[in-house]
């Protein structure tokens, strides 16, 4: 053989090679695929069967109904809601949380005119409670309340303010946030899907608050909001008034768990001089690692 046909043979060879490689890819190749998808499969149907909560009116056959979903600006707006059970009629009989048989959270979509109010519930079923809505635009209703028989719900719906609507941007992510004289700083580095510890320190004219008194059961009541879509986060206190370990501040301690990586909004009710006030933070998450950068588990690496 002389030297043009052993270089020939050669890539005649690489040829046949590479084309067997090629082969043996596109049959190996669906069989990995599926071992590598299957999980993110699982973990998406997971995921939409444990949305959020706060993002549906309706859930478990209980759901919020306003009375009225638009209504003109104005200072003291009267609200009135039902929510209906899954046999139809209005409930009447919840268990109470958190000191109260109903929260109702209520926020501008832009996170402007934050307020978290409790309604009075008459005898037929029907909430009512005064809201600002002094700001027109698109408002979301939060109903957070256990229905006697059944789970804990938060159920959204959405209030028209009629009236000249300039959403604000979300503010960029801030440590501190400030509340007539009261300055909030948080320390948290939460990312996304996993328990994230939050620590809110509250100082006035720079000396820590540590004479805070207990709202709602805690020393602070939390709510985080998701930016995109106001998903309503369940934020928890560690500890309670009176358990002989938790302080009355400075720090008020809390656990959650985001969703997704993102913007939050934060509104952080304390109580002081027998006043409530809201600190409002954005909290900006961290996305979770991508599955094959995350730390082995379980193998013994
Ligand atoms: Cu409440």
Redesign the pocket.
Same mark, same amino acid.
């Given at each position: 053989m002389n030297a043009p046909q052993k270089i020939a043979g050669f890539v005649l060879g690489l040829v046949v090679v590479f084309a067997a490689a090629v082969g043996l890819g596109a049959a190996v190749g669906p069989d990995r695929g599926n071992v590598a998808v299957e999980p993110k499969d699982t973990s998406a149907r997971a995921a939409s069967a444990d949305l959020p909560d706060g993002l549906t009116s309706t859930k478990n056959g209980y759901t919020l109904e306003l009375a009225e979903t638009r209504v003109d600006a104005g200072p003291q707006v009267p609200l009135r809601f039902r929510i209906i059970g899954p046999n139809g009629v209005a409930v009447t009989n919840y268990v109470e949380s @958190?000191e109260?048989q109903l @929260?109702l959270i209520v926020v501008r979509r832009d996170m402007v005119g934050y307020q @978290?109010v @409790?309604p009075t519930l008459d005898a037929s079923g029907t909430w009512s409670v005064p809201l600002d809505l002094s700001r027109a635009g698109d408002y979301r209703v939060f109903a957070d309340f256990t229905p006697a028989g059944g789970q804990a719900l938060t159920l959204g719906a959405d209030l028209d303010v009629a009236g000249r609507y300039d959403p604000r941007p979300l503010p960029a992510a801030a440590t501190t946030a400030t509340v007539d004289g009261y300055t909030v700083r948080i320390n948290a580095h939460p990312r996304a899907n996993e328990e994230s510890e939050l620590t809110l320190s509250i100082t006035r004219n720079g000396k820590p608050v540590s004479d805070l008194q207990p709202y709602?059961g805690a020393y602070g009541h939390l709510v985080a909001l998701r930016a995109s879509d106001l998903a309503y986060l369940h934020v928890h206190p560690m500890g309670e008034p009176g358990d002989g370990t938790t302080p009355a501040g400075p720090d008020i301690g809390f656990h959650t768990t985001f969703p997704s990586g993102g913007g939050y909004r934060l509104f952080l009710e304390f109580k002081h001089d027998d006043v409530v006030r809201t600190a409002e933070f954005t909290v900006s998450v961290d996305d979770a690692q991508p599955v094959d950068q995350a730390p082995a588990t379980g193998h013994g690496h």
């Amino acid at each position: 053989m002389n030297a043009p046909q052993k270089i020939a043979g050669f890539v005649l060879g690489l040829v046949v090679v590479f084309a067997a490689a090629v082969g043996l890819g596109a049959a190996v190749g669906p069989d990995r695929g599926n071992v590598a998808v299957e999980p993110k499969d699982t973990s998406a149907r997971a995921a939409s069967a444990d949305l959020p909560d706060g993002l549906t009116s309706t859930k478990n056959g209980y759901t919020l109904e306003l009375a009225e979903t638009r209504v003109d600006a104005g200072p003291q707006v009267p609200l009135r809601f039902r929510i209906i059970g899954p046999n139809g009629v209005a409930v009447t009989n919840y268990v109470e949380s @958190h000191e109260k048989q109903l @929260h109702l959270i209520v926020v501008r979509r832009d996170m402007v005119g934050y307020q @978290h109010v @409790h309604p009075t519930l008459d005898a037929s079923g029907t909430w009512s409670v005064p809201l600002d809505l002094s700001r027109a635009g698109d408002y979301r209703v939060f109903a957070d309340f256990t229905p006697a028989g059944g789970q804990a719900l938060t159920l959204g719906a959405d209030l028209d303010v009629a009236g000249r609507y300039d959403p604000r941007p979300l503010p960029a992510a801030a440590t501190t946030a400030t509340v007539d004289g009261y300055t909030v700083r948080i320390n948290a580095h939460p990312r996304a899907n996993e328990e994230s510890e939050l620590t809110l320190s509250i100082t006035r004219n720079g000396k820590p608050v540590s004479d805070l008194q207990p709202y709602l059961g805690a020393y602070g009541h939390l709510v985080a909001l998701r930016a995109s879509d106001l998903a309503y986060l369940h934020v928890h206190p560690m500890g309670e008034p009176g358990d002989g370990t938790t302080p009355a501040g400075p720090d008020i301690g809390f656990h959650t768990t985001f969703p997704s990586g993102g913007g939050y909004r934060l509104f952080l009710e304390f109580k002081h001089d027998d006043v409530v006030r809201t600190a409002e933070f954005t909290v900006s998450v961290d996305d979770a690692q991508p599955v094959d950068q995350a730390p082995a588990t379980g193998h013994g690496h």
